[in-house]
Structure formats: C-alpha cells, structure tokens
Nanobody
Framework: EAQVVESGGGLVQVGGSLRLSCAAS????????VAWFRQAPGKEREGLSC????????NYEDSVMGRFTIVSDSAKNTVFLQMNNLRPEDTAVYYC??????????????????????WGQGTQVIVSS
C-alpha cells in the first residue's frame, strides 16, 4: 500500500528547531510533489511548503519563509521540513501529502494549484514559551 508517514514532531521552546520527516512507502517519491500542511486547534488546515521532485521547484507560505526549509532525499525516499526559529503560533499538527500521480515537469507544486490526495496521519508540534 502506498502511503506517507510523518515523524519528528515534539515539544520545543520558542526559538528552537525541529526537523520533520515524511517517509514514503509502497512507491518512490521521485517525480512526485510533496507538500507540508499544518492545522492548529480551532483553525483550518493551511499549506506551508511544497517541493516538486520532478523539477526541484519549491514554494513557501509567507509566515514560514526564511524559517522553514523543505528538502527531498531520494536515497531515503523521504522529504524533510527543517523548522528553525519556532514560534508559539507554529504549534499545530503537521501533515505531509503527495499527489497520487507524478507531477508533470514544470507544473507548480503550490497547494492551491496542485491536487494533493495522499495524506499522512500527522505529527504534533508544540512550541512552548
């Protein structure tokens, strides 16, 4: 069964860092787009970042630009989200997601422009002040 599994969440102090992992099984992430979303209590799920493994392009939501970095490791079949300078408002459940088909070369991976359908179960991040 093709699936993605997140890990790496936890409790961290303001200003700290975490690295989230999105590991794929049952398929390879080559040529797929992978995005990270999060959902805070009482709020809608929001897109944060994405990477196209087809052409290497990336996108970031404004509030995480410069603090979060998305990286794909094909050898590990995993996409990472490095999160630095964490803030209390970053507290949320973080999800990774992919499409069910490879993304065409040159197609934007932005979550408003691409259909993400395969979701993980999420990993909790708590930023304590």
């Amino acid at each position: 069964e093709a699936q993605v599994v997140e890990s790496g969440g936890g409790l961290v102090q303001v200003g700290g860092s975490l690295r989230l992992s999105c590991a794929a099984s049952g398929f390879t992430l080559d040529d797929y787009a992978v995005a990270w979303f999060r959902q805070a209590p009482g709020k809608e799920r929001e897109g944060l970042s994405c990477i196209s493994n087809s052409d290497g392009s990336v996108n970031y939501e404004d509030s995480v630009m410069g603090r979060f970095t998305i990286v794909s490791d094909s050898a590990k079949n995993t996409v990472f989200l490095q999160m630095n300078n964490l803030r209390p408002e970053d507290t949320a459940v973080y999800y990774c997601t992919t499409g069910v088909n490879p993304i065409p070369y040159g197609h934007s991976c932005h979550w408003l422009k691409y259909d993400y359908q395969r979701w993980g179960q999420g990993t909790q991040v708590i930023v304590s002040s």
